[in-house]
């Protein structure tokens, strides 16, 4: 009866992090900033909990170093979610992942748990990154920059 309202909310991405949202080119990783890997965006987190940007099933977790898992949704877009950069060298130290491949998953949902203060010793930055890898079905991705985001609640891109 109300399908039109669960069709916009598969249009949309959420915050996957609380903090201030960047553009993709302005994140200090030539890897991501170049968007050699997909376009996206950064949040320089002022929280440590990384929560589903939207429903989807989890495809990929990096077990050993936990900083990043990629999700994929009904459409078939798919994501990958890093925090940090070059925190795989932490070798999981400061990370929990709380989902497995295969997972299904909703928004909102937490899917890790990393310690801010850590990665900031080890002398890595915080800043985080949500890079599209495919798009699937989605067509004309837009995303949102510029302002302060909650995890989960904000709107962070758009797609038909």
Do not use: W
């Not at 495809?59 to 798919?78: I, R």
């Not at 310690?115 to 004309?140: H, P, Q």
């Not at 920059?145 to 989960?152: I, P, Q, Y």
């Amino acid at each position: 009866m109300f399908s039109f309202l669960k069709k916009n909310k598969n249009k949309e991405l959420k915050a996957f992090l609380s903090g201030k949202v960047i553009p993709i080119t302005e994140v200090e990783d030539e890897a991501f900033a170049s968007k050699s890997m997909g376009d996206g965006i950064g949040i320089i987190p002022t929280d440590n909990k990384v929560v589903a940007p939207a429903d989807g099933e989890i495809a990929l977790v990096m077990k050993d170093s936990k900083h990043a898992c990629a999700l994929k949704l009904d459409n078939g877009m798919e994501m990958i979610l890093h925090i940090g950069i070059d925190t795989v060298n932490m070798k999981g130290n400061g990370f929990e992942c709380l989902v497995e491949m295969g997972d299904k998953v909703k928004e909102g949902q937490t899917l890790i748990t990393f310690d801010i203060e850590k990665i900031k010793e080890a002398g890595y930055s915080t800043t985080s990154m949500l890079v599209v890898t495919g798009e699937g079905s989605a067509k004309n991705v837009s995303f949102k920059t510029g302002f302060d985001a909650k995890a989960g609640e904000d709107i962070i891109a758009t797609f038909e």
